[in-house]
Each structure stands twice: as C-alpha cells, then as structure tokens.
C-alpha cells in the first residue's frame, strides 16, 4: 500500500466549499487519511496493550519474543508514518504551498512497513501451523509462505516505481500492484487459518475449559479473517470505482494493523490457558473468569504465577514448543 494522491498540484481550496478543483472532494482524500490514521492508532494501542501482556507473562525462546518484537517496531514506524503523512498534507504541502502535492516519503514507504508486517504475523502463524501439523505441515504452510513474499515483493515493487516514475505519471499500475498484493495476503491467511483451526477442532477435549479456549482461538482466527477480506474486497471495489480518491488507502492502514492484533490475541489466549492449566495442576485457584478489566486481570493473573512459583521450581510454558 502505498500512498498515491492526485500527483497534478491543485489550488487549495476551502473545505466547506466541496471539491477541489481536479473533481475529488476533501472528504475522500484528505479527509479519508485522516479517518484511516485515527482508526489505525486506536488498532496500534490495542495491539500495544496485548504485546504488553505477552512480555509480561510470557516466558517464550529469545527468537520468538524478538520476532513479536519486530513485528511491533514495524506497527510503531507504520504509524508514525502515517502521522507524519497527514500532517504534511495538512499543514506543510495544503496550507503553506496552497497545494494538494502527489507525494510524501513517508506515504511512499507505507507499502514497505504494510507487506512486512503481514509477512512476520503470517510467518509467525505458520509456526503454529507446523506445530500443529506434524506430518502435512509444510504442504500447507509453503503455499501460504509463498503467497506472503508475493505480496512483498509486490508491496516493494510498487514502492520503488513511486521514485523511479515522474510524479505526473498515471499512477493505476500502482495500484493495480497494491491490489494483488491484498489479494495475495488473503489469500495466505486463509489458508492459514483454515488450517489452523481445523486442527484445533479435532484437537478438542472433553474439559470444559479447554473446550472455551479452543472455540476463543478459532473465533479470533476465523472472524479476524472474515475482517480481512472484507476490507480487501472493499478496497479492491474503491480503487477501480473511486481511483483518485485515498479511501482504499485508509482501508489498508487499518487493515495491516488487525493482522497484529489476531497475531497477538491469538498468541495471548493460548498463553492465559497454558498458564491457568499449570496454575489448577499444582492446586491453585484459577481466574479464568475474571472480569475486573486490564486491572484486574494484572492483579488475578500476578496471583496465579506467584502461587504457582512457590509451588514449583520450574517455569511454567504460556506458548506451545515450537523450534
């Protein structure tokens, strides 16, 4: 994804005055970066809140907690180039120039962050996925793999032919680029997911509680896909029926940031139940019911861990061994 305003400069013009001159209304240009930044800086502190609890109490190899790492120095960069590009619009290139300019360097390298982000959350689930998949693991997740770079490869391609051609040049190739690059990365996390919670579904047990939690993971995997490709398909929809206009973009902001938020709500819910089945293992009192809020939940779980400790000298596992 990569940003692509009208490259023709335009004088500015008042917004309550509707359109400007070259046919394209503040309201699905300016006004649609904006909307999509705001929705996405909520979605980054969601994300920023679960990765908070994951480093808290998760006790997972220096590689996975590296790559969690990674993934949220990414989310970090996405949306501080995404401030960063509203406010040139807004302030240095509409107010000052009395220009709508075509380009921005942080707009520019949004398409970089977008397809790298999708590639360490898909990458990440895959490992899962070959967790879980002994046998066939790699036949499934070598095609979502190779979707996954696809739409990289995509995303970086679009970006460097942002430098490479003039700023006057019809940019429709480029966004004919970011399209399949969404598609792409649909594509890969359906596969994922899909298997991903098949294997789950067979994976049932008769204890009510663990019953709970397979049915909250498969809810995050499956709904958080459904998101997905909605957003793609909407965004697909704009670009050919809308193509000057910026809301495709703002779907794309928002949508790179739920891929980390199913990442780490699914990695969290996994490591709640692995730490409330050895907590009842060694005869503690289990919280899974807690409803006291990120307070609350901070307090019960400090509780559960501490006990546990005293009980025991090993460690407890909050994500399931994969090498």
């Known amino acids: 994804m990569a940003l692509l305003l009208n490259s023709s400069a335009s004088p500015c013009m008042n917004p309550s005055s509707g359109p400007i001159p070259d046919g394209q209304p503040l309201e699905t240009t300016i006004g649609a970066l904006l909307i999509g930044t705001f929705l996405g800086l909520v979605l980054f502190g969601i994300a920023a809140h679960q990765a908070w609890r994951y480093f808290i109490f998760g006790t997972d190899t220096k590689l996975l907690r590296g790559w969690v790492s990674s993934i949220m120095i990414m989310e970090t960069l996405h949306s501080v180039f995404c401030m960063h590009m509203c406010y ?23 398409g970089i962050f977008t397809g790298l982000i999708i590639l360490l959350c898909q990458s990440f689930l895959s490992r899962y996925v070959l967790h879980f998949w002994t046998r066939h693991g790699w036949s499934i997740v070598f095609p979502a793999l190779v979707l996954s770079l696809g739409q990289f490869a995509l995303v970086t391609a679009a970006t460097v032919l942002l430098y490479l051609w003039p700023a006057d040049l019809d940019t429709f190739a480029i966004r004919l680029l970011n399209c399949t690059h ?49 957003m793609a398909l909407v965004s697909l929809i704009v670009t050919f029926v809308l193509p000057k206009s910026q ?77």
Not at 88 to 110: A, C, D, K, P, Y
Not at 182 to 203: E, K, M, T
Request: charged fraction near 10%; include cysteine; aromatic fraction near 8%.
């Open 88 to 110: 040139h619009f807004l302030m240095e290139s509409h107010s000052h120039t009395g220009i709508l300019t075509g380009r921005v360097w942080s707009g520019n390298m949004l």
């Open 182 to 230: 969404s598609a792409l990365a649909v594509a890969a996390n359906v596969i994922l997911a899909v298997a991903f919670s098949y294997r789950l579904l067979s994976q049932r047990t008769g204890f009510q509680k663990t019953g709970s939690v397979i049915r909250l993971l498969i809810l995050y995997t499956i709904h958080g896909g459904i998101l997905i490709f909605m």
């Open 247 to 323: 809301i495709f973009t703002a779907i794309d902001i928002a949508a790179t940031k739920i891929y980390t938020n199913m990442l780490l709500a699914i990695i969290n819910a996994r490591s709640n139940n692995d730490a409330d089945t050895q907590a009842t293992n060694h005869g503690v009192e289990n919280f899974t019911d807690d409803t006291g809020g990120s307070l609350g939940w901070l307090c019960k779980r400090t509780t559960v861990i501490a006990s546990y400790a005293a009980t025991s000298s090993g460690s407890p596992s909050y994500l399931p061994e994969v090498s």
